[in-house]
């Protein structure tokens, strides 16, 4: 059994004495409050993968209503001198957030609203790459190592969130990379077969594999409950990419718009019934009520290596420069218009966005 916290533990018993003797108004409102200066919050967490092969990850911080970028807050925020190697995904349950360190092979676990440390969950992973949750349960693929033609130790791990022990894994010789939980089911982007993988969680068992055309990339749930997948060719000819959308009842893709130089960012917006994604030098957006997407800015000078939407249905979208130097994010309006840059650390690839 893999079990976090043990150091951590007793330090939070020692902080905890004086309140537990204590009798005041905060009894009512749950114990001891975080100061606002504490929380992160009104912002963007920009996910930076960091020089592959070395521990340079990070998180960085936009602040809405100052307009400032804090760098390596988790480091700030902990005291330490690194993070990891290689950050693929911030992953936010409630109050309890998980930085998945693909290189490192481990899961850090943090305070969502302050990013301290809350202790790391050790399994046997194999290039973890993205996590989601169901109740207590949390689901986290692993992109294994491409050995003689196919991926060795690919998986989908699951933990136990509470006791940090690993339950169980599941076969995943496919590839599994992106992942989301909707409507009571896991679906996973499984880019060694390009097929979306289905997994019932009260089995932890799969229930079917959907056919889709291209590697699949990022998935989102619409306002009416349907998935949108995007795949990407990478090379492979007579293959329909573009966005697939799938039924998530009887697991039917029930229409496909062809998209040409498709690549794997998606996004949807807080309406859900718009999305964004990338296809060559371009930005698109679509309905999700229908219609062709539309194009609504070129990005000149840099390929978008992470996308991400916020407040206003703004863009975010990484630029990952050398991957070996800081990059930038460039911040874009829902109709496409340039808004400004600020930088990041090395290869931003993801947002995180909090209210």
Known sequence: MKHFFKQSQLFYLLLLIPFLNACNDDDDQGGPQIPPEDIYSNGVFVVNEGQFGTETSSLSFFDYETGGVEENVFQEVNNREVLGNTLQHYYIDGDNGYLVISSSAIIQKVNALTLEDQGTIMGDFDNPRYMTSIGNKGYITNFGTFVDGGFQGAKVSVVDLVSGEVLTELDGDNAPDYIMAHEGQIFISNTGNNTIGVIDPESDAYVTQIPVDGVPGKIVADQAGYLWVITAAFGAEGQETGLYRINPTNFEVDDVVAVEGAGKHLVINESKDIVYFVAGSEVFRKST???????????????????????????????????????????????????????????????????
């Open 289 to 355: 009520a229908g219609g062709q997407p539309e194009a609504i800015t070129t990005l000149s000078g840099f390929s978008a290596y992470g996308l991400g939407i916020g407040k206003d249905d703004e863009l975010f979208v990484g630029d990952a420069t050398d991957f070996s130097s800081n990059g930038f994010v460039h911040r874009f309006s829902a109709n496409g218009d340039f808004i400004e840059q600020f930088s990041a650390g090395i290869a931003p690839n993801g947002f995180i966005f909090r209210p």
